[in-house]
């Protein structure tokens, strides 16, 4: 086990928390210490209130290769519920907790993502891409199928016959082409990635959180519900903001700027 920490976690005065993904030698692919390790961060992240928004990047020049093929050797000499439990144990739980996560997460692309770790940008709110970096389904040029969220995320953010194309295929999409396909919000300049994505957080942090969340839930909630129940769910949660210090600090701004 490496002694380096492989998953660095900051935060900023603006509430900004960073997690960086932190095993460049091996292209920041990971190992089950590195997925407990990433679980971990987001867990405390989700339980700080210091924490307003994540940013997920990875270390040197990759943002996430997937998942180490050393790692991935060991599962040769298991039975299929050993290499199920795997999953379903560790890597399937950074899904999970981001689902529940209500707080805004985003990814800044610095590199090559591949197969899992493409997938692990997917499950993000939000994707900002360097325009060296490069995004890959590649699991089927080693025969196997994505076996996080990957088959989830994909389709409800490009399409099925786009996602089925790339999952088929396993080509590499560069940063211009994921913007346009939709894989990506943005993609910037090499240079520009963190301060992009930064000032993207810091715009985000300095609004009504309460009022961030609830857009959360209500546009994640939105995908499994009738419009009848998302009405009456957004009605309560409009209701309640209602009543919030930033709601009426920004209705008697408004007023205060109409006397001008």
């Not at 339980?47 to 990875?58: L, N, Q």
């Not at 707080?103 to 493409?118: D, E, S």
């Not at 961030?212 to 419009?227: D, E, G, I, N, W």
């Amino acid at each position: 086990m490496s002694a380096q920490a492989p998953i660095l976690f900051s935060t900023d005065a603006d509430g900004i928390g960073t997690l960086t993904l932190n095993r460049p030698d091996q292209l920041n692919a990971f190992d089950m210490d590195m997925v407990d390790a990433w679980r971990a961060a987001l867990e405390a992240a989700e339980a700080d209130e210091r924490v307003k928004v994540i940013v997920v990047t990875g270390a040197g020049r990759a943002f996430c290769a997937g998942g180490d093929f050393a790692e991935m050797a060991k599962f040769s000499g298991m039975d299929s519920m050993a290499r199920k439990d795997f999953l379903y144990r560790h890597v399937h739980r950074i899904a999970l907790v981001l689902e529940r996560m209500e707080k805004p997460v985003i990814a800044a692309i610095n590199g090559a993502a591949r197969g899992a770790g493409c997938d692990m940008a997917l499950m993000c709110d939000i994707r900002i891409m360097a325009n060296s970096a490069t995004l890959a389904e590649s699991y089927i040029n080693i025969g196997l199928m994505a076996g996080d969220a990957g088959a989830w995320f994909l389709p409800r953010l490009i399409g099925t016959a786009r996602a089925l194309e790339l999952f088929w295929t396993g080509r590499v999409v560069g940063a211009e082409e994921a913007e346009r396909i939709g894989m990506v919000n943005r993609a910037v300049p090499d240079a520009q990635l963190l301060p992009a994505t930064y000032e993207l957080a810091r715009t985000i942090a300095s609004k009504s959180q309460q009022a961030v969340r609830f857009f959360r839930r209500a546009v994640y909630q939105s995908q499994t519900m009738a419009l009848a129940t998302h009405l009456d769910m957004v009605s309560s949660h409009m209701a309640v903001l209602e009543d919030t210090p930033e709601h009426r600090a920004g209705i008697a701004a408004f007023f205060e700027r109409t006397k001008k």
